[in-house]
């Protein structure tokens, strides 16, 4: 499984993989063990993340104020109706990562 690329940190298989600095009894995971491991933690957090934006897209569709600051603040950020909503362009819109925090930190708790 050498990609032939090196990485410059350290990763959190790395550091389940490597013997050193384990208590005696560590046993270190298969690879199998690993990707099935992997494979639990994203289909919950996909689930998570499906859960918190069917409900952020409720609460903007419910709340005729919420959608026309949603929409204005989309509009202002992305006149061009046919251009790509870029991810790193929407982080920078308030509002919208506002909303979208606030409704995971509500789904969170």
Do not use: W
């Amino acid at each position: 499984m050498d990609s032939g690329h090196t990485e410059t940190r350290p990763s959190i298989f790395q550091a389940l993989l490597s013997p050193q600095e384990k208590d005696k009894d560590y046993v270190v995971p298969t690879v199998d063990d690993l990707k099935d491991e992997a494979y639990s933690i994203l289909a919950a957090s996909a689930d998570t993340t499906g859960n918190a934006m069917t409900v952020a897209a409720y609460q903007v569709v419910s709340n005729p104020e919420i959608y026309k600051q949603v929409r204005r603040e989309l509009e202002a950020g992305f006149p061009d109706p046919n251009e790509r909503l870029d991810f790193v362009r929407l982080e920078t819109l308030p509002y919208l990562v506002g909303l979208l925090s606030f409704d995971l930190e509500t789904i969170d708790s």
